[in-house]
């Protein structure tokens, strides 16, 4: 009878324990911005936005690579919906949707991107990865702000990595990247053109 009774509080120890574990991997995933709230989380609620759907043309894709340089991305849209951002006749930039792949899932950033071609904000709208939801924080992501194309955006010399979660940071810094790279190709090199 003993050895059952260890025998059941070693399974009920395991089922809390595998418990706890999903739980922290289901606080990592999620949606936290829907496509309407995710302009102004690149923004700022006072500014204005319209939203455009930028097809991924080869010439499209081909001025991407030319800003892209060496930096591949994971992912390929078939479309980016960018969001132009105005504050009263003043264009601020453009909010754009972008995809990356973590370690083995993709997760979706929106990227403000100012008319100078430098960072707004950025924020992740939708985290799938069991690990590495730390780049959800807005404490890693200001990091961004004020980077341009021309910055290298590799951990550890330009952004600052999380222990455990090098590939979501890479995943961040090429969003990044590409997010600058679709509105030079879409929009002009003053985004504002």
């Keep these: 009878m003993r050895r059952f009774v260890s025998l059941l509080t ?4 395991a089922a809390c324990f595998m418990s706890v574990l999903a739980s922290a991997a289901d606080a990592q995933e999620g949606v936290f911005l829907t496509e309407a709230d995710a302009p102004a989380a690149a923004f700022g609620n006072d500014a204005s936005f319209v939203r455009q759907v930028v097809a991924a043309t080869p010439e499209l894709r081909s001025a991407m690579r030319q800003r892209l340089g060496n930096m591949e991305p994971s992912v390929w849209e078939n479309e980016y919906v960018a969001f132009k951002a105005t504050r009263g006749d003043t264009l601020l930039g453009y909010a754009v949707i972008v995809e990356e792949i973590g370690k083995h899932r993709a997760i ?3 990227v403000g991107v100012r008319t100078d071609g430098t960072i707004n904000d950025v924020a992740v709208m939708a985290y799938r990865e069991a690990y590495g939801g730390e780049i959800k924080a807005k404490r890693f992501l200001n990091q961004y702000r004020g980077k341009s194309g021309s910055d290298a955006l590799h951990a550890p010399d330009d952004v600052k990595n999380i222990a455990g979660a090098t590939l ?3 995943a961040a810094s090429r969003a990044v990247k590409k997010a600058i790279a679709v509105v030079h190709a879409a929009f002009g090199d003053g985004a504002g053109q």
């Design 108 to 110: 979706t950033f929106v």
């Design 10 to 13: 070693a399974f009920a120890a």
């Design 168 to 170: 979501s940071v890479d």
